[in-house]
């Protein structure tokens, strides 16, 4: 039985490794919608086309809460275009991993934020010390099973409502997925976010107060429930929201929709872009394998065949 042990265990290797790409591709907003008119995301780290995306230079995770790439990406850039949207406008966004595929992770919330561009214009504006407040926060489905993110991994968009009563002004939209599938240990969350940019229109006056904005990195700390969590893999799951919460002036007006990919309206995305012209780069930017401790029952996360992958080498 121990001389059949290693080929065993070299096979379950093999075969599991084979599956290692689609983790280490990670990945970033390829396309955005708006009111049904889509408008393309630039290839990491390509050349430059004009979108209204701010292009990031990686298709690897932002790792730690202090990161200033937490603000809006990987080295993000300014875009050269600012798209019309209204009071009430249908947002989709679609996530791709960085060759392409679609999204590779399940577990974990997505967030949307937004910021006023001031008295500049989004193509010229440093959001460095930009102030943010939150629009939407997506997590579980009923039942606390299964993660809204599990409709990016099936390849629909993350779909987000711009609030009813906003100001209007130029905007950046901070659309963020972060994947927990590594939360069980300190500093193992990893963080995507994404900056579109978008002039509101309409007559409306609702803005967010001082306390409900936050800064990024500022808005969270590594140690924040809902970013380190020892009990990320329990069933069923409870989740704690980082961040502030969605402000007041969007919560009276229901200014956010579930994630799904299957709404009727949603529109049919274009062929998918090219792959990004360097691969993610490795050490504290990868995703590592975690042994995890729990039941492996068809699982339907990659990161979860990985993760009893590993138990079993250390059985």
């Known amino acids: 039985m121990h001389g059949a042990l290693p080929v065993y265990l070299a096979s379950l290797s ?3 490794l084979a599956l290692l790409p689609q983790v280490q591709a990670h990945g970033y907003v390829a396309q955005v919608a708006i009111d049904g008119k889509v408008y393309i995301g630039n290839v990491p780290n390509a050349q430059p086309t004009p979108s209204i995306v701010r292009q990031i230079n990686d298709v690897s995770p932002v ?8 603000n809006c990406g990987q080295d993000a850039q300014k875009a050269t275009l600012v798209a019309d949207a209204n009071p009430g406008s249908q947002l989709n966004f679609w996530w791709k991993g960085g060759d392409g595929s679609d999204w590779p992770h399940n577990i974990g919330p997505i967030m949307t934020y937004m910021t006023s561009c001031g008295s500049t214009t989004c193509d010229q504006y440093n959001s460095t010390n930009a102030e943010w407040f939150k629009i939407e926060e997506t997590g579980l489905e009923p039942g606390n099973m299964t993660w809204y993110q599990q409709n990016i991994m099936d390849g629909g968009p993350a779909n987000v409502t711009i609030p009813s009563t906003l100001q209007a002004g130029q905007y950046l939209i ?3 997925i972060i994947a927990l599938h590594l939360a069980n240990e300190m500093g193992g969350a990893e963080f995507y976010p994404s900056c579109t940019q978008v002039n509101v229109g309409g007559s409306q006056v609702g803005i967010a107060s001082a306390s409900e904005e936050v800064t990024f990195p500022g808005g969270y700390s590594d140690s924040d429930p809902g970013i380190y969590d020892p009990t990320i893999f329990d069933t069923p799951v409870q989740y704690t929201f980082p961040g502030p919460p969605v402000a007041a002036f969007v919560s009276a007006t229901s200014g956010s929709t579930p994630t799904s990919g299957s709404t009727g309206s949603v ?7 090219p792959s990004p012209t360097t691969t993610a780069t490795t050490g504290s930017a990868s995703c590592k394998l975690r042994q995890q401790a729990f039941a492996v029952q068809k699982p339907r996360s990659l990161s979860r065949v990985m993760a009893a ?3 079993s080498l250390g059985s």
């Open 14 to 16: 093999l075969a599991l």
């Open 63 to 70: 790792k730690g809460a202090s990161n200033p790439y937490l």
């Open 174 to 176: 901070r659309h963020e």
């Open 267 to 273: 529109p049919t995305p274009s062929s998918p872009p």
């Open 309 to 311: 992958w590993i138990k």
